[in-house]
């Protein structure tokens, strides 16, 4: 079973432009999550989704959305870039809609923001 | 915020040794997991126990959870070179949706 894939691994953007990450679950894994890390504030929680539908939002400005199609593939955007974006973006995938159990992660997705 | 907070920030150990890592965390929670991560890359699973379990193992790994002090310790027993990474504890909290809340991470450097 092929583990999250997450696209690109490495990107580069400058300050006020707009970033898509894409990632894609295990197979037959319906929830998708996605988290920043950085080495000043760690892990923060971005958004959950199930079925097409967000769940659960963390505490992010509305720079940051994300989406998840049919097929359960997700993908989340951050416009108007700032320099304090610059993180790993981490896509997490489980398998049922009940209480949170393990999470497969990805290997993420690197942005650097100049 | 982080919900967890992990002690010690950084270990460095022999190999075949035993390493400590202890998480401390501030609402009732449903599971407490704990998650490896090698340099810039992503997280792996390693354990859940849940808030009615007091000690779980799993091959050289042992957790502890004590709920009334909303504390979780992991240890790993015969360290070797290639248990060198970053390890999370991350809660799952009641009523906090279907999301992880990580700690900031205790760095195992294990010296061969």
């Known amino acids: 079973k092929a583990g999250v894939t997450q696209t690109p691994r490495y990107l580069i953007k400058t300050r006020g432009q707009q970033v898509t990450l894409s990632c894609s679950p295990i197979?037959?894994?319906?929830?998708v999550s996605w988290y920043q890390q950085t080495p000043g504030q760690g892990l923060q929680f971005l958004f959950e989704?199930?079925?097409?539908?967000?769940?659960n939002k963390g505490n992010f400005p509305g720079r940051f959305s994300g989406r998840q199609f049919s097929n359960s593939r997700s993908e989340m955007n951050v416009s108007t870039l700032e320099l304090g974006d610059s993180a790993l973006y981490l896509c997490a995938s489980r398998q049922a809609g009940g209480n949170t159990g393990e999470l497969f992660f990805g290997e993420g997705s690197r942005l650097t923001v100049l | 915020s982080q919900q967890g907070e992990e002690d010690p920030q950084a270990l460095s150990i022999q190999e075949g040794e035993n390493a400590t890592m202890n998480c401390s965390y501030k609402?009732?929670?449903?599971?407490l997991q704990w998650y490896r991560q090698n340099s810039g890359r992503g997280l792996v699973h390693l354990i859940l126990i849940r808030s009615n379990e007091r000690e779980k193992h799993s091959g050289r790994l042992r957790v502890t959870l004590d709920t009334s002090k909303k504390s979780s310790s992991l240890l790993i027993t015969a360290s070797r070179a290639a248990d060198t990474a970053s390890y999370f504890c991350a809660t799952d909290a009641n009523n906090a949706g279907n999301m992880l809340t990580f700690g900031g991470g205790t760095r195992l450097m294990v010296k061969p």
């Open positions: 989704y199930f079925s097409e539908t967000q769940r």
């Open positions: 609402t009732s929670i449903n599971n």
């Open positions: 197979s037959g894994h319906r929830s």
